[in-house]
């Protein structure tokens, strides 16, 4: 069963940057959408980023991205590490949250979304704080 492990979380300034880290065990990162996402305290959980299926070719872009992160945050896939990354720049209080990663399994059938109930597997989080 996939497992997903969140890493890169911290304590940053505004406008500081930090990468977080989703590195998988027990299956390929390749195959399913990966997304973002992130829950501040008292708030709903949301959809960050997501990058499709490598199984999936389209001359669409393969990142989606929330509208609060556009141009600020930056997915990305290591196949070789089995790892998918979330570059975050120019950091706003407002992004401070608790991040996860998540897998959708049937990827390759359906569309990216950052629609959590897409979304099988899930990381425990990890805690990102944007305070000076």
């Known amino acids: 069963q996939l497992q997903l492990v969140e890493s890169g979380g911290g304590l940053v300034q505004p406008g500081g940057s930090l990468r977080l880290s989703c590195e998988a065990s027990?299956?390929?990162?390749?195959?399913?959408?990966i997304g973002w996402f992130r829950q501040a305290p008292g708030k709903e959980r949301e959809g960050v980023a997501c990058?499709?299926?490598?199984?999936?070719?389209?001359?669409?872009?393969?990142?989606m991205y929330a509208d609060s992160v556009k141009g600020r945050f930056t997915i990305s896939r290591d196949s070789a590490k089995n790892t998918v990354y979330l570059q975050m720049n120019s950091l706003k209080p407002e992004d401070t949250a608790v991040y996860y990663c998540?897998?959708?399994?049937?990827?390759?059938?359906?569309?990216?979304?950052?629609?959590?109930?897409?979304?099988?597997?899930w990381g425990q989080g990890t805690q990102v704080t944007v305070s000076s």
């Open positions: 998540a897998a959708d399994p049937q990827g390759p059938f359906r569309v990216a979304t950052i629609d959590a109930s897409h979304y099988a597997y």
């Open positions: 027990g299956g390929s990162l390749d195959y399913p959408h």
């Open positions: 990058i499709k299926s490598t199984s999936i070719t389209s001359v669409r872009a393969n990142t």
